[in-house]
Structure formats: structure tokens, C-alpha cells
């Protein structure tokens, strides 16, 4: 089946360690993204990729990085620098081409630094 | 930037009643996205639009362009239909990413 993964569904971290969320897809497609959802917000742009070894910030880039070593994978990591790392973080795929672009969304990770 | 604001934020009514979110945005979009989100996080695609209307089963998504301005319509609502609705727009040509609004939570007592 296709489809995007994120492991693990829940995390939990002490303050101050860097730590990494996983987002693999099987789709094909060549744009990848990442999310942060806090309660009562809406979602909000991390980073993105469009091809891979290419990214780009997002609104909220401060304190996370990115690498797109492989066109399937898209890891995020959340670095001590993040002030409030404590957020459900989702991941997105869309194919580039074609006007508009339909985004397929994992399932999330909940990261919780305690 | 795009701002795009939902409404109303919470919602509930009785089984059966027909429903209707509203989306407004603030800049014009090459296309709108309404999204269904569970309780446990998970996000699924309901329509993507950039112009008319869109029909599903008993859902209903419109979109008028000029106004910007997008409705969501559920008929003959059912408890499984519980859950928050998020209106999202890609404001750019190119696969940059979403612009969100907030969500509407929806609870349908049967």
C-alpha cells in the first residue's frame, strides 16, 4: 500500500536532547513537508523539500533542520534550540506538476519534552 | 501571507441536521483544501477545489473565488462525522506548502 510513515506515533524527550522524527513515503512523490500543529492553532510550515538535497525553511524554522538525502525519506530533527518543542509534528507528500497540489498526510508524531 | 480564517471554531448538533463550515481567506489561491481530522491526529484529503463546487456522498464543498471564500456542507449528519475540519490553501504555483486555518471541531449527538 502507498503511503507515508512516521515513527514513532508518540515521544517523549528530556529538555535539552536533540531528537529526531522519522517520515518515509512510498508514493513517489517528489515534495516532502513538515508541520507543527499546537492546540487551538492551525497547522504551521516547518520545512519542505522539493527534490531531494534542496529544502527550504518554512514559517516556523528556528530550532529544527532537515535533510533530504533520499527522495523517499524526509527525517526532521527538533534541536535543544526549539523553545517549545512539545507539539504534534506532522509530514506531508504532494507530487510537483499540475496546478493545485493535493498534499497526503502521515499519520503524526506526538513529541512530548518533559 | 495568506491569512485564512474558519468558522465558527466549535460546533455541535443533533443527528441528522445539515451543517455548514465557513472559510474565508485573505489572498488569492490557486486552489483550497478541506481536510478531516480524528481525534488521534490522523489527516485525511476531503476535497481539493479551486473553483464551483465538489460533491462526495453527503458532503458539499463550494468555493467562490471573487469573495474568497469556501463552504463545507454536511447533509444528514451522523456522529461518525465528528471530528475537526481544517480549510487549507495553497497560496503560490509552485509545492510550497499549506496555509491553515484553525479548525472547527464538530460533535454530532445522535
Known amino acids: 500500500d502507498g503511503g507515508i510513515t512516521q515513527s514513532p506515533k508518540y515521544l517523549f524527550r528530556k529538555e535539552g536532547q536533540n531528537v529526531t522524527l522519522s517520515c518515509e513515503q512510498n508514493l513517489n512523490h517528489d515534495a516532502m513537508y513538515w508541520y507543527r500543529q499546537d492546540p487551538g492553532q492551525g497547522l504551521r510550515l516547518i520545512y519542505y523539500?522539493?527534490?531531494?538535497?534542496?529544502?527550504q525553511k518554512g514559517d516556523i524554522a528556528e530550532g529544527y533542520s532537515v535533510s533530504r538525502e533520499k527522495k523517499e525519506s524526509f527525517p526532521l530533527t527538533v534541536t535543544s534550540a526549539q523553545k517549545n518543542p512539545t507539539a504534534f509534528y506532522l509530514c506531508?507528500?504532494?507530487?510537483?506538476?499540475?496546478?493545485?497540489?493535493?498534499?497526503?498526510f502521515g499519520p503524526g508524531t506526538r513529541l512530548t519534552v518533559l | 501571507k495568506n491569512e485564512v480564517e474558519q468558522s465558527p471554531q466549535n460546533l455541535t448538533a443533533q443527528e441528522g441536521e445539515f451543517i455548514t463550515i465557513n472559510c474565508s481567506y485573505s489572498?488569492?489561491?490557486?486552489?483550497l483544501h478541506w481536510l478531516q481530522q480524528h481525534p488521534g491526529g490522523g489527516i485525511v484529503s476531503l476535497f481539493m477545489?479551486?473553483?464551483g463546487k465538489k460533491k462526495h456522498g453527503r458532503l458539499i464543498a463550494t468555493i467562490n473565488i471573487q469573495e474568497k471564500h469556501s463552504s463545507l456542507h454536511i447533509t444528514a449528519s451522523h456522529p461518525r462525522d465528528s471530528a475537526v475540519y481544517i480549510c487549507?490553501?495553497?497560496?503560490?504555483?509552485?509545492?510550497?506548502?499549506?496555509?491553515f486555518g484553525k479548525g472547527t471541531h464538530l460533535i454530532i449527538q445522535p
Open positions: 523539500s522539493q527534490i531531494v538535497n534542496d529544502f
Open positions: 487549507a490553501v495553497n497560496s503560490g504555483g509552485g509545492a510550497d506548502g499549506l496555509t
Open positions: 506531508a507528500s504532494s507530487i510537483i506538476g499540475g496546478n493545485p497540489h493535493e498534499q497526503f
Open positions: 477545489l479551486s473553483s
Open positions: 489572498v488569492g489561491i490557486s486552489a
